[in-house]
């Protein structure tokens, strides 16, 4: 069983970058497809980004295509997400999540192991 701890949040102003971590520990993230999420209060948690087992297939939500990139180095048992020209409607917390395949998954649903998230507010 994968247990996940993101790390990277904080507070940042429109057009500024944050690059989120994601630890992975046990020996199931280099072969599982990967995932990264945000929510706000009273809302869904969206997919924001999605790679599977070794990085050569990504999906990402509309919202943040061309800002966002999603990576994963499988022998740090790490899964990335750089953010650039963040907005304030990006302000959330990310969470990321492991898939039951090795390829990537679109939805929540179709994940587990959640970690804790990581706050990310952007300020206009």
């Known amino acids: 069983q994968v247990r996940l701890v993101e790390s990277g949040g904080g507070l940042v102003q429109a057009g500024g970058s944050l690059r989120l971590s994601c630890a992975a520990s046990?020996?199931?993230?280099?072969?599982?497809?990967m995932g990264w999420f945000r929510q706000t209060s009273g809302k869904e948690r969206e997919t924001v980004a999605a790679i599977n087992w070794n990085g050569r297939d990504t999906f990402y939500a509309d919202s943040v295509k061309g800002r966002f990139t999603i990576s994963r180095d499988n022998a740090k048992n790490t899964l990335y997400l750089q953010m650039n020209s963040l907005k304030p409607e990006d302000t959330a917390v990310y969470y990321c999540a492991t898939a039951g395949t090795s390829s990537l998954q679109i939805g929540a649903a179709n994940y587990g192991g959640w970690g804790q998230g990581t706050q990310v507010t952007v300020s206009s």
């Open positions: 046990g020996r199931s993230f280099s072969v599982s497809g």
